[in-house]
């Protein structure tokens, strides 16, 4: 987390500000603090997104969304004002780093890990999808790990299914190259089944530290993506069988979101999570973190809502992702750096 800087707000809303948790093409991510000292993340859009109305509508829909779904495994939307000259969006703050930094700094996962993850993220899915939204940027910076289980966050691009407005008018990638299921390179119609592909090549990623699908280019990993095998490493046995069959190619050959979670954890995410779920030295770095954030005091400042200023020395994309990052809901984690 970087400090404030000259030109930040020091209040979102109701929400006082502790700091800035990343920033990015599509915004800025601060964590907050509600009046009753709930820790949030407060995911604010850059102003010229602001000026687009298309944007402004798809965003209020993804609110929408966000709201209705309420999954164990994913942060909840708290409050949001997509009307503000500036919209934003606050979500319930999870003390936990982002996958991709915990196998980047510890290395890949346990496999009783890689299990609970897989369980929790796929019932995640199963409510998400039944919501009628794919969440369409399943990747390793976009789930966090936290001692009360997984989370699934940044539903920034999700899509309602059946929906045919398209998202690049805005600007917005609508994935990320090496994650991406293959209907959803090709631009043909896509379900659900496109995230189970994607949770299945993090559910790789996490168990060998590699992603299945590698290339120095976004070109090579689309085409790899498309017409190669992916790259399992030393995956074996049950938990090979299970990332294999998210990685089907034909999105009918894939098992469905709660098929996958059973098949991990015939007894529910849950039950995993309460024996303890991950390694030592990750359960020691997220609670000397969770400590930490007991510590943080917002600089006083009247609540208030209004335009949120963007000047040169606050805004900086090198902050996007990494360590603890901003949690869930629409559009977490602005800006968070493709795997």
Not at 293 to 302: G, I, N, R, S
Request: glycine content about 14%; aromatic content about 6%; charged content about 20%.
């Amino acid at each position: 987390m970087q400090p404030l800087e000259a030109g930040e707000p020091l209040t979102i809303g109701a929400y006082r500000l502790l700091g800035r948790l990343g920033a990015g093409g599509m915004g800025r991510v601060y964590l907050g603090r509600s009046a009753g000292g709930r820790t949030v993340a407060v995911k604010v859009v850059h102003p010229h997104f602001a000026l687009d109305e298309q944007f402004r509508a798809r965003f209020r829909r993804e609110v929408d969304s966000a709201r209705r779904i309420g999954a164990q495994w994913t942060a909840p939307v708290l409050d949001a004002d997509p009307d503000a000259p500036i919209p934003w969006v606050a979500t319930g703050y999870v003390a936990g780093p982002a996958l991709s930094a915990a196998v980047a700094e510890h290395g890949p996962l346990p496999e009783n890990a890689v299990r609970t993850l897989g369980a929790g993220l796929g019932e995640a899915l199963a409510a998400v999808h039944a919501q009628g939204v794919i969440h369409r940027d399943v990747k390793p910076s976009n789930v966090l790990l936290a001692l009360d289980g997984p989370r699934l966050i940044d539903f920034g691009i999700a899509h309602a299914m059946g929906a045919t407005a398209s998202l690049t008018s805005t600007g917005v990638s609508v994935g990320s190259p090496g994650y991406m299921a293959p209907e959803q390179i090709r631009g043909v119609d896509m379900s659900g089944a496109a995230d189970v592909f994607s949770l299945g090549a993090v559910l790789a990623y996490a168990a060998t530290g590699a992603a299945p699908f590698l290339g120095d280019s976004s070109a090579v990993l689309l085409y790899k993506v498309v017409h190669e095998e992916p790259e399992l490493g030393e995956l074996a046995g049950d938990l090979l069988e299970v990332v294999a069959g998210c990685l089907e190619k034909e999105p009918a050959d894939r098992p469905t979101p709660m098929e996958l979670a059973r098949r991990l954890a015939p007894g529910g995410a849950a039950a995993l999570v309460a024996a303890g779920w991950l390694p030592g030295p990750l359960v020691r770095e997220v609670s000397r973190t969770a400590v930490a954030l007991l510590d943080l005091e917002p600089q006083d400042a009247p609540v208030q809502s209004g335009p949120v200023p963007f000047s040169g020395a606050a805004w900086d994309a090198s902050d996007a992702g990494g360590g603890y990052g901003p949690s869930g809901g629409v559009g977490g984690g602005f800006g968070s750096p493709p795997e």
